[in-house]
């Protein structure tokens, strides 16, 4: 199931509960990065380019419900 991404001007709620500010969010995403090793080898990411990324899965922290979220307008958004 495909879940949306949120706006400028819109945000998460969840349908159950009402929450609005904690989830979990499962994404998959392509990336490319730049790793700098230091002398000791320690990896630093100095550069990241993200190739695709989707949202698998959201699942609201208050009630546990797992893919029962839905876009609502955020306060004050252009609509």
Known sequence: MAVPTPTA???WRCT???NLTRFDVTRSSKVVEYVHLDLAGEPK???REVLSESI???RCRW???VDEVELVDRPGAQV
Request: aromatic share 0%; charged share 35%; with cysteine.
């Open 9 to 11: 001007d819109t945000r």
């Open 16 to 18: 159950l509960c009402g």
């Open 45 to 47: 990411i100095e550069e």
């Open 56 to 58: 698998e899965a959201v």
């Open 63 to 65: 009630c546990n419900a």
